[in-house]
Protein backbone atom coordinates (compact mmCIF):
# COMPACT_ATOMS: atom_id res chain seq x y z
CA UNK A 1 0.00 0.00 0.00
CA UNK A 2 0.92 2.81 -0.78
CA UNK A 3 1.63 5.77 2.00
CA UNK A 4 0.32 9.16 2.04
CA UNK A 5 3.13 11.37 1.75
CA UNK A 6 4.17 9.47 -1.45
CA UNK A 7 0.64 9.97 -2.63
CA UNK A 8 0.35 13.48 -1.73
CA UNK A 9 1.66 15.10 -5.04
CA UNK A 10 -0.75 13.32 -7.31
CA UNK A 11 -3.52 14.15 -5.18
CA UNK A 12 -3.20 17.62 -5.63
CA UNK A 13 -4.18 18.26 -8.93
CA UNK A 14 -7.90 16.98 -7.87
CA UNK A 15 -8.29 19.06 -4.24
CA UNK A 16 -11.10 21.50 -4.76
CA UNK A 17 -10.61 24.74 -4.85
CA UNK A 18 -10.44 27.05 -1.63
CA UNK A 19 -13.81 27.17 0.41
CA UNK A 20 -15.93 25.28 -2.28
CA UNK A 21 -18.83 24.04 -0.40
CA UNK A 22 -20.44 21.92 -3.55
CA UNK A 23 -24.07 23.12 -3.62
CA UNK A 24 -24.45 25.27 -0.16
CA UNK A 25 -25.42 28.53 -0.81
CA UNK A 26 -23.82 31.55 0.74
CA UNK A 27 -30.37 30.29 4.58
CA UNK A 28 -52.64 23.28 13.28
CA UNK A 29 -51.54 25.09 16.68
CA UNK A 30 -50.85 21.08 18.34
CA UNK A 31 -47.58 21.02 19.70
CA UNK A 32 -45.30 19.16 16.99
CA UNK A 33 -44.44 15.29 17.74
CA UNK A 34 -41.29 13.68 17.04
CA UNK A 35 -42.12 10.80 14.50
CA UNK A 36 -39.23 8.70 14.25
CA UNK A 37 -36.59 10.10 16.83
CA UNK A 38 -36.37 11.08 20.76
CA UNK A 39 -35.47 14.23 21.72
CA UNK A 40 -32.52 14.29 24.14
CA UNK A 41 -32.17 16.20 27.12
CA UNK A 42 -29.29 17.94 26.23
CA UNK A 43 -31.51 19.12 22.79
CA UNK A 44 -34.49 19.45 24.58
CA UNK A 45 -35.18 23.74 25.99
CA UNK A 46 -37.68 24.31 29.14
CA UNK A 47 -41.23 24.62 27.93
CA UNK A 48 -42.50 27.56 30.18
CA UNK A 49 -45.95 26.87 30.94
CA UNK A 50 -49.02 29.00 32.78
CA UNK A 51 -50.92 28.44 35.47
CA UNK A 52 -52.71 25.69 33.11
CA UNK A 53 -49.83 23.97 32.35
CA UNK A 54 -50.70 23.93 28.19
CA UNK A 55 -47.69 25.70 26.36
CA UNK A 56 -48.07 27.62 23.22
CA UNK A 57 -50.63 29.75 22.12
CA UNK A 58 -53.71 27.29 23.31
CA UNK A 59 -51.92 28.15 26.72
CA UNK A 60 -53.77 32.00 25.75
CA UNK A 61 -57.06 30.10 24.55
CA UNK A 62 -58.66 29.97 27.86
CA UNK A 63 -58.81 33.30 28.90
CA UNK A 64 -58.48 34.84 25.47
CA UNK A 65 -60.87 32.52 23.49
CA UNK A 66 -61.94 35.43 21.01
CA UNK A 67 -58.21 36.39 20.00
CA UNK A 68 -57.23 32.71 20.18
CA UNK A 69 -59.42 32.00 17.46
CA UNK A 70 -59.23 35.24 15.34
CA UNK A 71 -55.23 34.80 15.59
CA UNK A 72 -55.29 31.06 14.56
CA UNK A 73 -56.33 32.51 11.09
CA UNK A 74 -53.59 34.40 10.46
CA UNK A 75 -51.06 34.13 8.04
CA UNK A 76 -48.51 33.79 11.23
CA UNK A 77 -50.32 31.08 13.33
CA UNK A 78 -49.93 29.28 9.65
CA UNK A 79 -46.20 29.72 8.94
CA UNK A 80 -45.63 26.50 9.75
CA UNK A 81 -46.31 22.68 10.80
CA UNK A 82 -46.20 19.17 9.95
CA UNK A 83 -45.97 18.17 6.23
CA UNK A 84 -49.01 16.06 5.73
CA UNK A 85 -51.16 18.52 7.57
CA UNK A 86 -50.64 21.42 4.80
CA UNK A 87 -49.53 19.21 1.54
CA UNK A 88 -49.74 21.15 -2.00
CA UNK A 89 -49.88 18.11 -4.03
CA UNK A 90 -48.31 18.26 -7.52
CA UNK A 91 -45.74 17.38 -10.27
CA UNK A 92 -43.06 19.76 -11.69
CA UNK A 93 -40.72 19.34 -14.70
CA UNK A 94 -37.71 21.50 -14.58
CA UNK A 95 -36.00 21.78 -17.76
CA UNK A 96 -32.58 22.95 -16.85
CA UNK A 97 -32.30 19.41 -14.97
CA UNK A 98 -34.30 17.71 -16.92
CA UNK A 99 -35.95 16.44 -13.65
CA UNK A 100 -39.72 15.62 -12.68
CA UNK A 101 -40.60 15.79 -9.16
CA UNK A 102 -44.04 14.75 -7.71
CA UNK A 103 -45.28 15.88 -4.45
CA UNK A 104 -48.15 13.52 -3.29
CA UNK A 105 -49.30 12.10 0.12
CA UNK A 106 -49.10 7.96 0.92
CA UNK A 107 -50.76 6.56 3.94
CA UNK A 108 -51.37 9.44 5.13
CA UNK A 109 -47.36 10.71 4.87
CA UNK A 110 -45.96 13.54 2.35
CA UNK A 111 -43.22 12.67 0.10
CA UNK A 112 -41.35 14.15 -3.01
CA UNK A 113 -39.90 11.66 -5.81
CA UNK A 114 -37.56 12.81 -8.19
CA UNK A 115 -36.54 11.03 -11.43
CA UNK A 116 -34.42 11.49 -14.57
CA UNK A 117 -36.05 9.61 -17.23
CA UNK A 118 -33.06 9.95 -19.44
CA UNK A 119 -30.23 7.81 -17.34
CA UNK A 120 -33.42 5.92 -15.32
CA UNK A 121 -32.31 7.95 -11.83
CA UNK A 122 -34.69 8.73 -9.41
CA UNK A 123 -35.78 8.57 -5.35
CA UNK A 124 -37.77 9.85 -2.88
CA UNK A 125 -38.00 11.57 0.25
CA UNK A 126 -40.45 11.76 3.19
CA UNK A 127 -41.64 15.55 3.54
CA UNK A 128 -41.83 16.30 7.44
CA UNK A 129 -42.80 19.97 7.73
CA UNK A 130 -43.92 22.83 5.22
CA UNK A 131 -42.81 26.27 5.79
CA UNK A 132 -44.76 29.49 4.57
CA UNK A 133 -48.72 30.20 5.44
CA UNK A 134 -49.32 29.29 1.54
CA UNK A 135 -50.31 33.06 1.16
CA UNK A 136 -47.11 33.53 -0.90
CA UNK A 137 -45.97 29.92 -1.12
CA UNK A 138 -44.60 26.85 0.38
CA UNK A 139 -41.38 24.66 0.77
CA UNK A 140 -40.97 21.59 2.53
CA UNK A 141 -38.47 20.24 4.68
CA UNK A 142 -37.12 16.86 4.75
CA UNK A 143 -34.27 14.90 7.33
CA UNK A 144 -31.08 12.90 6.21
CA UNK A 145 -29.46 11.17 9.39
CA UNK A 146 -30.79 14.24 11.20
CA UNK A 147 -29.71 16.79 8.81
CA UNK A 148 -32.83 19.03 7.74
CA UNK A 149 -32.99 20.26 4.59
CA UNK A 150 -35.12 21.98 2.42
CA UNK A 151 -36.97 20.71 -0.83
CA UNK A 152 -35.58 21.98 -4.22
CA UNK A 153 -38.71 22.82 -5.24
CA UNK A 154 -40.97 25.48 -4.13
CA UNK A 155 -45.10 26.08 -4.44
CA UNK A 156 -45.64 29.25 -5.51
CA UNK A 157 -49.29 30.12 -4.72
CA UNK A 158 -49.36 33.91 -6.23
CA UNK A 159 -49.23 31.59 -9.87
CA UNK A 160 -50.23 28.54 -8.92
CA UNK A 161 -47.70 26.41 -9.82
CA UNK A 162 -44.63 24.58 -8.61
CA UNK A 163 -40.93 25.95 -9.36
CA UNK A 164 -37.34 25.92 -8.48
CA UNK A 165 -36.25 27.43 -5.07
CA UNK A 166 -35.06 30.80 -5.84
CA UNK A 167 -31.26 29.32 -4.60
CA UNK A 168 -31.76 26.83 -8.02
CA UNK A 169 -32.78 28.55 -10.96
CA UNK A 170 -30.13 27.48 -13.06
CA UNK A 171 -29.24 23.92 -11.54
CA UNK A 172 -28.43 21.10 -13.97
CA UNK A 173 -28.39 18.43 -11.16
CA UNK A 174 -31.12 17.73 -8.38
CA UNK A 175 -30.05 20.05 -5.32
CA UNK A 176 -30.83 17.94 -2.22
CA UNK A 177 -27.95 19.34 0.50
CA UNK A 178 -29.60 22.61 0.95
CA UNK A 179 -29.77 23.09 4.62
CA UNK A 180 -32.42 24.64 6.62
CA UNK A 181 -31.02 27.22 8.45
CA UNK A 182 -32.03 27.81 11.99
CA UNK A 183 -32.49 31.82 11.31
CA UNK A 184 -34.68 30.93 8.62
CA UNK A 185 -37.00 28.45 10.50
CA UNK A 186 -36.89 30.96 13.17
CA UNK A 187 -39.52 33.47 11.52
CA UNK A 188 -41.76 30.43 10.68
CA UNK A 189 -41.80 28.89 13.74
CA UNK A 190 -42.12 28.56 17.69
CA UNK A 191 -39.67 27.68 20.00
CA UNK A 192 -36.92 26.90 18.00
CA UNK A 193 -34.25 24.28 18.91
CA UNK A 194 -31.02 24.35 19.14
CA UNK A 195 -28.75 22.18 16.45
CA UNK A 196 -26.48 20.11 17.63
CA UNK A 197 -22.84 21.53 18.84
CA UNK A 198 -20.95 22.13 15.82
CA UNK A 199 -23.35 21.92 13.07
CA UNK A 200 -25.94 24.31 11.40
CA UNK A 201 -28.82 21.82 10.88
CA UNK A 202 -28.73 18.49 12.52
CA UNK A 203 -31.65 17.98 15.13
CA UNK A 204 -32.13 14.69 17.27
CA UNK A 205 -35.97 15.53 17.21
CA UNK A 206 -38.38 18.13 15.80
CA UNK A 207 -36.56 21.70 14.92
CA UNK A 208 -39.29 23.47 16.88
CA UNK A 209 -41.48 22.62 19.22
CA UNK A 210 -44.65 24.85 17.90
CA UNK A 211 -45.74 25.44 14.47
CA UNK A 212 -46.69 28.60 12.93
CA UNK A 213 -46.01 31.95 15.36
CA UNK A 214 -47.13 31.40 18.80
CA UNK A 215 -48.25 34.17 21.52
CA UNK A 216 -45.33 33.84 23.09
CA UNK A 217 -43.07 34.84 20.24
CA UNK A 218 -44.70 38.42 20.96
CA UNK A 219 -45.79 38.47 24.09
CA UNK A 220 -43.06 36.09 26.06
CA UNK A 221 -43.13 32.92 27.46
CA UNK A 222 -45.91 33.87 30.05
CA UNK A 223 -44.45 31.49 33.38
CA UNK A 224 -46.53 32.60 36.01
CA UNK A 225 -49.28 34.16 34.37
CA UNK A 226 -52.37 33.88 35.60
CA UNK A 227 -51.07 33.39 38.73
CA UNK A 228 -50.71 37.14 39.32
CA UNK A 229 -46.73 36.76 39.58
CA UNK A 230 -43.91 37.98 37.76
CA UNK A 231 -40.25 38.02 37.41
CA UNK A 232 -38.48 40.46 39.08
CA UNK A 233 -37.03 43.33 36.07
CA UNK A 234 -34.21 45.26 36.49
CA UNK A 235 -34.11 48.21 34.96
CA UNK A 236 -32.22 50.46 36.81
CA UNK A 237 -29.71 50.69 34.41
CA UNK A 238 -31.28 51.02 31.29
CA UNK A 239 -31.02 54.12 29.37
CA UNK A 240 -33.45 52.47 26.46
CA UNK A 241 -36.47 53.05 29.78
CA UNK A 242 -36.27 56.67 29.41
CA UNK A 243 -39.84 58.56 29.50
CA UNK A 244 -39.20 58.96 25.57
CA UNK A 245 -43.09 59.13 24.10
CA UNK A 246 -43.80 55.44 22.83
CA UNK A 247 -46.95 54.27 21.02
CA UNK A 248 -49.93 51.65 21.59
CA UNK A 249 -51.60 50.06 18.41
CA UNK A 250 -53.88 53.11 17.65
CA UNK A 251 -50.63 55.32 17.92
CA UNK A 252 -51.81 56.65 21.37
CA UNK A 253 -48.40 57.53 23.31
CA UNK A 254 -47.92 55.74 26.86
CA UNK A 255 -45.42 57.72 28.83
CA UNK A 256 -43.00 56.38 31.02
CA UNK A 257 -43.43 52.99 29.60
CA UNK A 258 -40.20 50.27 30.66
CA UNK A 259 -40.41 46.57 30.22
CA UNK A 260 -41.50 45.43 33.63
CA UNK A 261 -44.04 47.94 33.45
CA UNK A 262 -44.99 46.10 29.74
CA UNK A 263 -45.63 43.14 31.44
CA UNK A 264 -49.46 44.06 32.07
CA UNK A 265 -51.95 43.27 29.72
CA UNK A 266 -55.49 44.37 29.36
CA UNK A 267 -56.07 40.98 30.24
CA UNK A 268 -54.99 40.55 33.43
CA UNK A 269 -57.10 41.07 36.70
CA UNK A 270 -56.60 44.52 38.19
CA UNK A 271 -53.62 44.97 40.19
CA UNK A 272 -52.26 41.73 39.23
CA UNK A 273 -48.75 41.10 38.31
CA UNK A 274 -48.06 39.30 34.86
CA UNK A 275 -44.92 38.33 32.87
CA UNK A 276 -46.55 38.71 29.69
CA UNK A 277 -45.05 41.41 27.48
CA UNK A 278 -46.70 44.15 25.87
CA UNK A 279 -45.27 45.59 22.98
CA UNK A 280 -47.61 48.55 22.35
CA UNK A 281 -45.87 49.73 26.13
CA UNK A 282 -42.31 48.40 25.32
CA UNK A 283 -39.59 51.35 24.30
CA UNK A 284 -40.12 52.04 20.92
CA UNK A 285 -36.87 50.17 20.36
CA UNK A 286 -37.83 47.16 21.51
CA UNK A 287 -41.35 47.11 20.95
CA UNK A 288 -40.41 47.39 17.41
CA UNK A 289 -36.96 45.00 17.33
CA UNK A 290 -40.32 42.32 18.05
CA UNK A 291 -41.47 43.18 14.44
CA UNK A 292 -38.35 43.41 12.97
CA UNK A 293 -36.88 40.36 14.00
CA UNK A 294 -38.78 38.45 10.83
CA UNK A 295 -39.77 41.69 9.09
CA UNK A 296 -36.18 43.03 8.23
CA UNK A 297 -33.35 41.20 6.54
CA UNK A 298 -30.90 44.32 5.56
CA UNK A 299 -28.28 44.06 3.13
CA UNK A 300 -26.01 42.35 5.48
CA UNK A 301 -26.57 41.11 9.26
CA UNK A 302 -23.77 39.67 11.78
CA UNK A 303 -24.67 37.68 14.81
CA UNK A 304 -22.97 39.15 17.72
CA UNK A 305 -19.89 36.79 19.32
CA UNK A 306 -22.35 33.41 21.35
CA UNK A 307 -25.42 34.40 20.07
CA UNK A 308 -28.11 33.68 17.83
CA UNK A 309 -31.08 35.19 16.82
CA UNK A 310 -33.35 32.42 17.98
CA UNK A 311 -32.35 33.30 21.50
CA UNK A 312 -34.27 36.71 21.31
CA UNK A 313 -37.28 37.13 23.42
CA UNK A 314 -39.59 39.88 23.68
CA UNK A 315 -38.92 43.13 25.85
CA UNK A 316 -35.13 42.47 24.70
CA UNK A 317 -32.83 44.44 22.68
CA UNK A 318 -32.39 43.04 19.29
CA UNK A 319 -28.85 44.62 18.76
CA UNK A 320 -27.41 42.36 21.71
CA UNK A 321 -28.19 39.17 18.87
CA UNK A 322 -27.68 40.70 15.80
CA UNK A 323 -26.02 44.18 13.65
CA UNK A 324 -28.06 44.89 10.65
CA UNK A 325 -26.34 47.52 7.88
CA UNK A 326 -27.05 48.91 4.66
CA UNK A 327 -25.22 50.05 1.80
CA UNK A 328 -25.36 53.91 1.26
CA UNK A 329 -26.78 55.30 -1.89
CA UNK A 330 -29.62 55.74 -3.92
CA UNK A 331 -29.47 54.85 -7.28
CA UNK A 332 -32.61 55.16 -9.64
CA UNK A 333 -33.55 51.50 -10.58
CA UNK A 334 -36.87 49.29 -11.30
CA UNK A 335 -38.78 48.96 -8.18
CA UNK A 336 -38.56 45.77 -6.03
CA UNK A 337 -39.75 44.79 -2.94
CA UNK A 338 -37.98 45.06 0.33
CA UNK A 339 -38.30 44.23 3.93
CA UNK A 340 -41.30 45.82 5.11
CA UNK A 341 -39.69 47.54 8.22
CA UNK A 342 -37.19 49.32 5.70
CA UNK A 343 -39.75 50.33 3.56
CA UNK A 344 -41.60 51.89 6.18
CA UNK A 345 -38.70 53.83 7.28
CA UNK A 346 -38.85 55.77 4.20
CA UNK A 347 -42.31 56.78 4.00
CA UNK A 348 -43.29 59.85 4.58
CA UNK A 349 -45.62 58.71 7.07
CA UNK A 350 -42.84 57.10 9.62
CA UNK A 351 -40.46 59.84 8.82
CA UNK A 352 -43.17 62.68 10.19
CA UNK A 353 -44.59 60.49 12.66
CA UNK A 354 -41.31 59.31 14.71
CA UNK A 355 -41.49 56.87 17.32
CA UNK A 356 -45.53 57.20 17.33
CA UNK A 357 -45.87 55.11 13.86
CA UNK A 358 -45.15 51.43 13.77
CA UNK A 359 -46.22 48.23 12.92
CA UNK A 360 -48.66 48.18 14.88
CA UNK A 361 -50.64 51.83 14.01
CA UNK A 362 -51.43 49.57 10.81
CA UNK A 363 -52.02 45.98 11.89
CA UNK A 364 -53.45 44.22 14.59
CA UNK A 365 -51.59 41.59 14.88
CA UNK A 366 -54.27 39.24 16.41
CA UNK A 367 -56.35 39.57 13.41
CA UNK A 368 -56.43 40.33 9.68
CA UNK A 369 -59.86 41.40 7.96
CA UNK A 370 -61.54 39.78 5.75
CA UNK A 371 -60.87 40.47 1.81
CA UNK A 372 -64.17 42.31 1.24
CA UNK A 373 -63.58 44.94 4.48
CA UNK A 374 -59.63 44.96 3.81
CA UNK A 375 -59.73 48.25 2.29
CA UNK A 376 -62.36 50.09 4.54
CA UNK A 377 -60.07 48.82 7.38
CA UNK A 378 -56.53 50.06 6.09
CA UNK A 379 -58.30 53.30 5.20
CA UNK A 380 -59.88 53.57 8.61
CA UNK A 381 -56.11 53.33 9.74
CA UNK A 382 -54.83 56.29 7.02
CA UNK A 383 -58.08 58.01 8.50
CA UNK A 384 -57.00 58.04 11.94
CA UNK A 385 -53.73 60.57 11.23
CA UNK A 386 -55.22 62.66 8.06
CA UNK A 387 -58.71 63.16 9.27
CA UNK A 388 -62.16 62.90 7.53
CA UNK A 389 -62.25 65.85 6.23
CA UNK A 390 -59.13 65.22 4.18
CA UNK A 391 -60.67 62.24 2.72
CA UNK A 392 -63.08 64.16 1.68
CA UNK A 393 -61.33 65.73 -0.80
CA UNK A 394 -58.80 63.52 -1.79
CA UNK A 395 -60.39 60.62 -4.21
CA UNK A 396 -63.61 60.27 -2.45
CA UNK A 397 -64.61 57.89 -5.11
CA UNK A 398 -61.71 55.41 -4.36
CA UNK A 399 -62.39 53.96 -1.12
CA UNK A 400 -58.78 51.99 -1.60
CA UNK A 401 -55.79 53.98 -0.39
CA UNK A 402 -52.99 51.11 -0.37
CA UNK A 403 -53.96 50.52 -4.47
CA UNK A 404 -52.59 53.83 -5.46
CA UNK A 405 -50.00 54.35 -2.32
CA UNK A 406 -49.13 50.96 -1.51
CA UNK A 407 -49.05 48.77 -4.69
CA UNK A 408 -47.72 45.17 -5.08
CA UNK A 409 -44.09 44.73 -5.89
CA UNK A 410 -42.37 41.88 -7.57
CA UNK A 411 -40.10 40.19 -4.80
CA UNK A 412 -36.42 40.82 -4.92
CA UNK A 413 -35.50 37.36 -3.03
CA UNK A 414 -38.40 34.97 -3.67
CA UNK A 415 -39.36 34.82 -7.09
CA UNK A 416 -42.92 34.40 -8.31
CA UNK A 417 -43.67 36.51 -5.34
CA UNK A 418 -45.27 39.76 -5.16
CA UNK A 419 -45.41 42.53 -1.42
CA UNK A 420 -47.24 45.18 -0.67
CA UNK A 421 -44.93 48.78 -0.78
CA UNK A 422 -44.75 49.89 2.47
CA UNK A 423 -42.74 53.12 1.55
CA UNK A 424 -46.32 54.71 0.92
CA UNK A 425 -45.51 57.25 -2.08
CA UNK A 426 -47.69 59.88 -2.69
CA UNK A 427 -46.61 59.26 -6.39
CA UNK A 428 -45.86 55.75 -6.19
CA UNK A 429 -46.03 55.49 -10.36
CA UNK A 430 -43.74 57.97 -10.81
CA UNK A 431 -40.52 57.36 -12.49
CA UNK A 432 -37.72 56.61 -11.69
CA UNK A 433 -38.54 55.00 -8.53
CA UNK A 434 -35.75 55.41 -5.36
CA UNK A 435 -33.92 52.51 -4.86
CA UNK A 436 -35.14 50.07 -2.55
CA UNK A 437 -32.72 47.22 -1.77
CA UNK A 438 -29.87 49.73 -1.50
CA UNK A 439 -26.15 47.96 -2.82
CA UNK A 440 -24.89 51.71 -3.35
CA UNK A 441 -21.66 51.88 -5.47
CA UNK A 442 -17.92 51.17 -4.93
CA UNK A 443 -16.39 53.12 -2.01
CA UNK A 444 -19.87 53.36 -0.64
CA UNK A 445 -19.97 53.20 3.47
CA UNK A 446 -22.15 50.06 5.24
CA UNK A 447 -24.53 51.66 7.62
CA UNK A 448 -26.47 51.03 10.86
CA UNK A 449 -30.27 49.79 10.61
CA UNK A 450 -31.41 51.49 12.63
CA UNK A 451 -29.16 54.22 12.89
CA UNK A 452 -29.81 54.56 16.35
CA UNK A 453 -27.56 51.37 16.58
CA UNK A 454 -24.33 52.66 14.74
CA UNK A 455 -22.47 53.80 18.19
CA UNK A 456 -23.25 49.38 18.43
CA UNK A 457 -21.28 48.56 15.54
CA UNK A 458 -17.85 46.61 16.27
CA UNK A 459 -14.71 46.90 13.77
CA UNK A 460 -15.48 43.22 13.95
CA UNK A 461 -19.40 43.85 12.66
CA UNK A 462 -17.86 45.68 9.53
CA UNK A 463 -15.04 42.82 8.69
CA UNK A 464 -17.78 40.08 8.78
CA UNK A 465 -20.59 41.80 7.53
CA UNK A 466 -17.64 43.60 4.58
CA UNK A 467 -16.74 40.03 4.21
CA UNK A 468 -20.53 38.61 3.42
CA UNK A 469 -20.16 41.52 0.46
CA UNK A 470 -17.60 39.97 -0.82
CA UNK A 471 -18.67 36.82 -1.28
CA UNK A 472 -21.62 38.17 -3.08
CA UNK A 473 -19.29 39.52 -5.47
CA UNK A 474 -20.06 43.61 -4.70
CA UNK A 475 -17.60 45.73 -6.34
CA UNK A 476 -14.77 46.74 -3.80
CA UNK A 477 -16.21 44.89 -0.76
CA UNK A 478 -13.45 42.80 -0.50
CA UNK A 479 -10.54 45.33 0.01
CA UNK A 480 -12.79 46.45 2.93
CA UNK A 481 -12.96 43.59 4.02
CA UNK A 482 -9.48 42.63 4.43
CA UNK A 483 -9.51 46.14 5.38
CA UNK A 484 -11.59 45.70 8.62
CA UNK A 485 -10.53 41.95 9.08
CA UNK A 486 -6.96 43.15 9.75
CA UNK A 487 -8.16 45.66 12.78
CA UNK A 488 -10.55 42.86 13.71
CA UNK A 489 -7.89 40.31 14.58
CA UNK A 490 -5.70 43.09 16.26
CA UNK A 491 -8.52 44.02 18.69
CA UNK A 492 -9.90 40.24 18.80
CA UNK A 493 -7.11 37.64 18.73
CA UNK A 494 -9.30 35.20 20.39
CA UNK A 495 -11.98 35.22 17.91
CA UNK A 496 -12.56 32.08 15.87
CA UNK A 497 -14.49 33.20 13.43
CA UNK A 498 -12.62 36.62 12.39
CA UNK A 499 -9.13 34.81 12.79
CA UNK A 500 -10.48 32.13 9.97
CA UNK A 501 -12.17 34.88 7.89
CA UNK A 502 -8.70 36.35 7.61
CA UNK A 503 -6.80 33.19 7.11
CA UNK A 504 -9.30 32.65 4.12
CA UNK A 505 -7.61 36.20 3.13
CA UNK A 506 -4.32 35.21 3.34
CA UNK A 507 -5.15 32.57 1.43
CA UNK A 508 -6.34 33.98 -1.88
CA UNK A 509 -3.43 36.42 -1.59
CA UNK A 510 -0.65 33.15 -1.46
CA UNK A 511 0.37 33.63 1.61
CA UNK A 512 0.10 30.50 3.35
CA UNK A 513 2.46 30.68 6.12
CA UNK A 514 0.01 33.27 7.16
CA UNK A 515 -2.56 31.47 6.55
CA UNK A 516 -1.33 28.49 8.54
CA UNK A 517 -0.56 30.28 11.78
CA UNK A 518 -4.42 31.96 11.33
CA UNK A 519 -5.90 29.07 10.88
CA UNK A 520 -4.13 27.01 13.48
CA UNK A 521 -4.97 29.57 15.91
CA UNK A 522 -8.61 29.67 15.10
CA UNK A 523 -8.95 25.79 15.99
CA UNK A 524 -7.05 26.23 19.17
CA UNK A 525 -10.00 28.22 20.19
CA UNK A 526 -12.68 26.41 18.42
CA UNK A 527 -12.18 22.66 17.79
CA UNK A 528 -15.06 23.20 15.37
CA UNK A 529 -14.18 26.03 13.72
CA UNK A 530 -15.33 23.93 10.03
CA UNK A 531 -14.01 26.84 7.40
CA UNK A 532 -10.81 27.10 9.09
CA UNK A 533 -9.92 22.95 9.29
CA UNK A 534 -11.49 22.65 5.54
CA UNK A 535 -9.46 25.73 4.46
CA UNK A 536 -6.00 24.27 6.31
CA UNK A 537 -6.58 20.87 4.98
CA UNK A 538 -6.32 22.09 1.70
CA UNK A 539 -2.99 23.66 2.46
CA UNK A 540 -1.50 20.80 3.99
CA UNK A 541 -2.71 18.36 0.99
CA UNK A 542 -0.83 21.17 -1.13
CA UNK A 543 2.45 20.81 0.72
CA UNK A 544 2.37 17.13 0.85
CA UNK A 545 0.92 16.70 4.08
CA UNK A 546 -2.16 14.32 2.99
CA UNK A 547 -2.63 12.55 6.05
CA UNK A 548 -3.42 15.70 8.10
CA UNK A 549 -5.04 17.12 5.81
CA UNK A 550 -7.51 13.91 5.84
CA UNK A 551 -7.37 14.69 9.61
CA UNK A 552 -8.30 17.84 9.37
CA UNK A 553 -11.27 17.22 6.58
CA UNK A 554 -12.54 14.32 8.54
CA UNK A 555 -14.31 16.75 11.13
CA UNK A 556 -16.10 19.02 9.03
CA UNK A 557 -17.47 16.16 6.65
CA UNK A 558 -19.06 14.58 9.96
CA UNK A 559 -20.37 17.76 11.26
CA UNK A 560 -21.48 18.71 7.74
CA UNK A 561 -21.76 15.35 5.45
CA UNK A 562 -23.65 17.29 2.64
CA UNK A 563 -20.86 19.20 2.07
CA UNK A 564 -20.27 17.62 -1.44
CA UNK A 565 -16.23 19.35 -2.07
CA UNK A 566 -15.02 17.66 1.44
CA UNK A 567 -16.04 13.97 0.53
CA UNK A 568 -14.60 14.60 -2.90
CA UNK A 569 -11.37 14.96 -1.10
CA UNK A 570 -11.38 12.81 1.67
CA UNK A 571 -12.42 10.14 -1.13
CA UNK A 572 -9.94 11.43 -3.75
CA UNK A 573 -7.34 11.40 -1.01
CA UNK A 574 -8.18 7.44 -0.21
CA UNK A 575 -8.18 6.64 -3.53
CA UNK A 576 -5.00 7.70 -3.58
CA UNK A 577 -3.42 5.89 -0.73
CA UNK A 578 -4.96 2.40 -2.33
CA UNK A 579 -7.54 2.21 -0.03
CA UNK A 580 -10.69 1.89 -2.54
CA UNK A 581 -12.72 0.40 0.09
CA UNK A 582 -12.73 3.94 2.26
CA UNK A 583 -12.80 5.91 -0.83
CA UNK A 584 -15.78 4.46 -2.14
CA UNK A 585 -17.26 4.60 1.73
CA UNK A 586 -16.90 8.64 1.61
CA UNK A 587 -18.22 8.77 -2.07
CA UNK A 588 -21.19 6.39 -0.66
CA UNK A 589 -21.91 8.87 1.99
CA UNK A 590 -21.80 12.12 0.09
CA UNK A 591 -24.18 11.11 -3.11
CA UNK A 592 -26.35 10.12 0.16
CA UNK A 593 -27.09 13.74 0.99
CA UNK A 594 -26.30 14.67 -2.81
CA UNK A 595 -27.52 11.58 -4.87
CA UNK A 596 -27.42 13.72 -8.24
CA UNK A 597 -23.68 15.38 -7.76
CA UNK A 598 -22.06 14.46 -11.07
CA UNK A 599 -18.41 14.26 -9.93
CA UNK A 600 -19.35 12.05 -7.21
CA UNK A 601 -20.84 9.45 -9.56
CA UNK A 602 -18.11 10.10 -12.08
CA UNK A 603 -15.59 9.30 -9.03
CA UNK A 604 -17.54 6.09 -7.62
CA UNK A 605 -17.57 4.69 -11.44
CA UNK A 606 -14.25 4.90 -11.62
CA UNK A 607 -13.60 3.58 -8.34
CA UNK A 608 -15.22 0.48 -9.75
CA UNK A 609 -13.15 -0.08 -12.74
CA UNK A 610 -9.56 -2.22 -12.92
CA UNK A 611 -7.62 -0.10 -12.72
CA UNK A 612 -8.65 1.99 -9.95
CA UNK A 613 -8.70 6.04 -11.45
CA UNK A 614 -8.70 8.18 -8.72
CA UNK A 615 -10.29 11.46 -10.48
CA UNK A 616 -13.93 12.34 -10.87
Known amino acids: ?10 FLTAVVGVGDAAQTPTQTQTQIQIQTQTQTQTQTKTKTKTATGQTGSEACSGCHSEIYKSYSKTVMAKASGLAADGLMTGEFND ?53 L ?24 EIPLNLPAFPDCMNCHSSELQPPLPGTENKFTGAPFAHPGITCQRCHGAGEGHGRGKAPIVDSSNDSSTSNAPLSNSSGA ?21 SSIVNPAKLPPDRRDAICMECHFEGTVAVN ?12 ERLSDYIHYFLLSGNQPETARAL ?19 WCGSCHDPHSEPAAEKKAAYYRGKCLNCHGEEFAVKHHPDKADCTQCHMPTLPGKDVAHTESTDHRILRYPKTLPLPRLQVRGTEGAPLVSFPDTDAPLATTRDFALAWETLAQKNVEGAAHRAEQYLRKAVAERPD ?40 NLGILEARSGNLRRAVELWQGPFKRAPYRSAIGLNLAMAFCAAGQKQVAQKYVQQLLEFNPDYLKGKQLLAHLKEEPVQCKP
Open 1 to 10: MRTWTTVAAS
Open 95 to 147: NSSGVRYRVHKQDERAWMNYERESEKFHGQDELLYFIGSGRKGRSYLFSTQGF
Open 149 to 172: FETPINWYSQEGRWGMTPAYFEAR
Open 253 to 273: NSANANPSEARASSGDTAGAD
Open 304 to 315: QPGKHLYQFQPG
Open 339 to 357: SQVEALSLSECKRRSGDKM
Open 495 to 534: DPVVLAALGFVEQKHGSEKEARELYERALQIDPLASEAAT
